[in-house]
């Protein structure tokens, strides 16, 4: 079963940043477009960011400008680098392929609160 870990969340202000990180298995990573997706309570589970390889990406309009995927794949990792974070950016992040898989990993929580 493939696993997602992601990493880096927490509380920051508005207006800063955050990195987050995910690591998953390597059979995955090297043949998939990889994303970014993110949850608050209530709501459906959004797409944020993809990455097909390649340096080609996507972005939700709400992110656009803010966010940069990334994805390092000598280390099986994709990353995802918040900038000028705004309170609606809180939520649960989750990182999976693009066209997710049925299996996700825990979340990272991302709160922007003064």
């Known amino acids: 079963q493939v696993q997602f870990v992601e990493s880096g969340g927490g509380l920051v202000q508005p207006g800063g940043s955050l990195r987050l990180s995910c690591g998953t298995s390597?059979?995955?990573?090297?043949?998939?477009?990889m994303g970014w997706y993110r949850q608050v309570p209530g709501k459906q589970r959004e797409l944020v960011a993809v990455?097909?390889?390649?340096?080609?990406?996507h972005y939700a309009d709400s992110v656009k400008g803010r966010f940069t995927i990334s994805r390092d794949n000598a280390k099986n990792t994709v990353y995802l680098q918040m900038n000028s974070l705004k309170p609606e950016d809180t939520a649960v992040y989750y990182c999976?392929?693009?066209?997710?898989?049925?299996?996700w990993g825990q979340g990272i929580q991302v709160t922007v609160s003064s």
């Open positions: 999976n392929t693009f066209g997710p898989l049925d299996s």
């Open positions: 990455e097909f390889g390649g340096g080609s990406t």
């Open positions: 390597g059979s995955i990573f090297s043949i998939s477009a």
